[in-house]
Nanobody, 117 residues
């Protein structure tokens, strides 16, 4: 079955870096775009970054442009989110998701990122 498992979250000081990973299984990974989302306490889930099937096209939320980088390794069925210059407002649960035909159709369980000031 389709599975997405995030890892790499943790506690980091403001200005620090983290690299999130998402391991995918249960489908042909290279056929689908992928995305990262986040949800902070009391807030709606929001889009962070997206990448197309071969990594040739990426998109970012304005709030993370220039600080975060999404990438993928189709040989290893993984997608990554490199997060630099982290701010306390980046604190959230981060989720990876598969881009289906018209929406993001499968989601991981999430990984907590906490940025202390």
């Amino acid at each position: 079955q389709v599975q997405l498992v995030e890892s790499g979250g943790g506690l980091v000081q403001a200005g620090g870096s983290l690299r999130l990973s998402c391991a995918a299984s249960g489908w042909t990974f290279s056929h689908y775009g992928m995305g990262w989302f986040r949800q902070a306490p009391g807030k709606e889930r929001e889009f962070v970054a997206g990448i197309n099937w071969n990594g040739g096209s990426t998109s970012y939320a304005e709030s993370v442009k220039g600080r975060f980088t999404i990438s993928r390794d189709n040989a290893k069925n993984t997608v990554h989110l490199q997060m630099n210059s982290l701010k306390p407002e980046d604190t959230a649960v981060y989720y990876c998701a598969r881009r289906g035909l018209s929406t993001f159709d499968y989601w991981g369980q999430g990984t907590q990122v906490t940025v202390s000031s």
